[in-house]
């Protein structure tokens, strides 16, 4: 931890430099080679330019353009950092446009994207499917499903005949997940209470949790999870998700998908529960601080702070921060104490992938537009 702990504090001060100023410019057919983080599929220059905000170490980007021609890298959005935080290298190369991150310009966390995109398939991801008139109405249907991000739609001259019309929605993660949950002596975690919660009603929850159950099959996805309660939020985010299990001794939140039957077996650890979508869902949990809990990775940046509820107040009060480990006088090194980690992770929506095709058009859910 101290290695870690070491490298993401000295990035994250190095980082304060260019995160203090904002910078709209994008620069067309300009390349910042190298220091790349990682890189996500965009459909143009500001779903990438959104995607570095939200990253929590991304300080600017290269877009790769649908008009690049070296090669098939197109909708490729390259999130970029370095240690003085300050661009290395710029050099002019077609097809693509470089830009900064928006965190120092008062950033809209939850953007909306109005945009459709003819000829470009936002490929996977999908949770269910139907039959529409025409992209709009697809786009209509999306945003009226609280589970949909994204969509793509097939137009009706499209090659394969049976599957003209056909609406696919889509689906990714809206509610944080930190990378990594563990046990740690001397840590304490917890959450923003400004963190966004879908809500679909204004009925509240009663909620119901099963302690010592689980549900050994019907796997639909694993995920890093902090506490019952988060992973029910995970559960009621996903659209496929019919229920879960909580495993607190690996921090890991299994949502499971079966309509027919649920068979559990009890298990000491493990919490099983449903998802709340028909009522307003509780956001208590957000208020617990989890003791001898590390959220590790993700930071955005370190401060010293007396306490924990310092640090969780803090985290609440930065629009950028969704959750927080705070570093207390019992950690065994001294040089970490006092320390508040402000992290977050990428909740806009963010197709897996993205490919040319012809006689299709995609896009994104309008509920952010209002």
């Given at each position: 931890?101290?290695?870690?702990?070491?490298?993401?504090?000295?990035?994250?001060?190095?980082?304060?430099?260019?995160?203090?100023?904002?910078?709209?410019?994008?620069?067309?057919?300009?390349?910042?080679?190298?220091?790349?983080?990682?890189?996500?599929?965009?459909?143009?220059?500001?779903?990438?330019?959104?995607?570095?905000?939200?990253?929590?170490?991304?300080?600017?980007?290269?877009?790769?353009?649908?008009?690049?021609?070296?090669?098939?890298?197109?909708?490729?959005?390259?999130?970029?950092?370095?240690?003085?935080?300050?661009?290395?290298?710029?050099?002019?190369?077609?097809?693509?446009?470089?830009?900064?991150?928006?965190?120092?310009?008062?950033?809209?966390?939850?953007?909306?994207?109005?945009?459709?995109?003819?000829?470009?398939?936002?490929?996977?991801?999908?949770?269910?499917?139907?039959?529409?008139?025409?992209?709009?109405?697809?786009?209509?249907?999306?945003?009226?499903?609280?589970?949909?991000?994204?969509?793509?739609?097939?137009?009706?001259?499209?090659?394969?005949?049976?599957?003209?019309?056909?609406?696919?929605?889509?689906?990714?993660?809206?509610?944080?997940?930190p990378p990594i949950v563990e046990?740690?002596?001397?840590?304490?975690?917890?959450?923003?209470?400004?963190?966004?919660?879908?809500?679909?009603?204004?009925?509240?929850?009663?909620?119901?949790?099963?302690?010592?159950?689980?549900?050994?099959?019907?796997?639909?996805?694993?995920?890093?999870?902090?506490?019952?309660?988060?992973?029910?939020?995970?559960?009621?985010?996903?659209?496929?998700?019919?229920?879960?299990?909580?495993?607190?001794?690996?921090?890991?939140?299994?949502?499971?998908?079966?309509?027919?039957?649920?068979?559990?077996?009890?298990?000491?650890?493990?919490?099983?529960?449903?998802?709340?979508?028909?009522?307003?869902?509780?956001?208590?949990?957000?208020?617990?601080?989890?003791?001898?809990?590390?959220?590790?990775?993700?930071?955005?940046?370190?401060?010293?702070?007396?306490?924990?509820?310092?640090?969780?107040?803090?985290?609440?009060?930065?629009?950028?921060?969704?959750?927080?480990?705070?570093?207390?006088?019992?950690?065994?090194?001294?040089?970490?104490?006092?320390r508040c980690y402000f992290k977050?992770?990428?909740?806009?929506?963010?197709?897996?992938?993205?490919?040319?095709?012809?006689?299709?058009?995609?896009?994104?859910?309008?509920?952010?537009?209002?």
């Open positions: 931890m101290e290695t870690h702990l070491i490298l993401v504090g000295l990035l994250s001060l190095c980082s304060l430099s260019l995160s203090q100023v904002c910078n709209t410019q994008l620069l067309e057919n300009v390349d910042f080679p190298g220091t790349d983080i990682k890189f996500e599929y965009s459909p143009d220059v500001d779903h990438c330019q959104q995607l570095c905000t939200q990253h929590p170490s991304c300080l600017f980007f290269t877009f790769v353009r649908a008009d690049w021609t070296r090669d098939l890298r197109h909708f490729y959005c390259y999130l970029k950092t370095t240690s003085s935080g300050n661009v290395a290298v710029q050099k002019p190369l077609e097809g693509v446009t470089s830009g900064f991150s928006l965190k120092a310009c008062t950033p809209e966390l939850q953007p909306c994207l109005p945009k459709v995109y003819p000829g470009v398939d936002f490929l996977g991801a999908d949770y269910t499917a139907l039959f529409t008139a025409d992209h709009e109405e697809c786009q209509r249907a999306c945003t009226q499903d609280p589970g949909c991000q994204f969509f793509t739609f097939v137009h009706e001259d499209f090659g394969t005949e049976t599957i003209r019309f056909k609406c696919h929605l889509k689906y990714s993660p809206s509610i944080p997940v046990r740690r002596t001397g840590v304490v975690s917890g959450f923003s209470q400004n963190v966004h919660l879908p809500q679909q009603s204004t009925t509240a929850c009663e909620g119901k949790l099963f302690p010592s159950i689980s549900v050994p099959q019907s796997n639909l996805k694993t995920l890093p999870g902090v506490c019952p309660d988060h992973c029910r939020a995970l559960c009621s985010a996903h659209p496929a998700c019919t229920f879960f299990s909580f495993d607190s001794n690996e921090f890991k939140c299994h949502l499971k998908n079966n309509k027919d039957k649920m068979e559990t077996i009890a298990k000491e650890g493990s919490t099983t529960g449903f998802p709340e979508r028909f009522c307003q869902l509780d956001e208590n949990w957000l208020k617990v601080a989890h003791y001898e809990v590390d959220l590790r990775g993700s930071d955005i940046r370190f401060e010293l702070m007396d306490d924990a509820d310092s640090c969780q107040r803090n985290c609440t009060e930065d629009p950028l921060c969704q959750f927080y480990t705070y570093v207390t006088e019992a950690f065994h090194n001294r040089d970490f104490r006092r977050r992770t990428i909740t806009m929506p963010a197709p897996p992938k993205i490919t040319k095709l012809e006689k299709v058009t995609s896009g994104f859910q309008l509920r952010s537009c209002v």
